[in-house]
């Protein structure tokens, strides 16, 4: 089975990001982040009103960190590095089947300029060649296109649609699951079909 270890905190470096922890200054922009309409709409839990709840979030990433059963980190750029930008991380660990569920989001004055796909390169890689990861998942609801085109642009295949499985607000809603296995084991298949 795999072990993680995420102390000292992993920073990772892209040509335009800085991912670093997110600490406790990082509140009132998450706060911003979680409460907007717009990044809330495909996320179907209820958006933060108090920078005590975005703190409170923090403190839950913290602890992951620290447990090794999770890690999220802060996106910023290397100029401003008190200007968050999104997060993204791998929140859900299985370590015993070697997978992980990835998550992430972006402020919308960051949308549509390249950034979370350079992120997202930059933690995926973290994953199969730090962690060791096999697989890595992502749970979309099936409305949210560009993040659909964002797993498929790196190579996230869906392997599941499950109908109504999640209930937020009265409703139920359908789940779309994307998949991504480790490039070397998608390059030995690629060459054994050959």
Known sequence: ?????????????TA??????LCHTDAPALLIQRSDPRVMRYIDREPDHTVEESLALIRKVEQAA???TGITWAMVRPEQE??????LGFWRLIPEHHRAEIGYGLHPDYWQQGLMHE?????????????QLHSVEANVNPQNTASMALLAKHGFVREA???EDYYFRGQFLDSAIYSLLTPLRMANKTTAQV
């Open 1 to 13: 089975m795999l072990t993680f270890q995420f102390t000292p905190f992993p920073e990772l470096r």
């Open 16 to 21: 335009r990001l800085l991912l670093r922890p």
């Open 66 to 68: 620290a447990d090794n």
């Open 82 to 87: 008190d200007v968050l930008l999104g997060t």
């Open 119 to 131: 992120a997202l390169e930059a933690v995926l890689h973290f994953g199969f060649h730090t962690m």
């Open 161 to 163: 649609y499950f109908h």
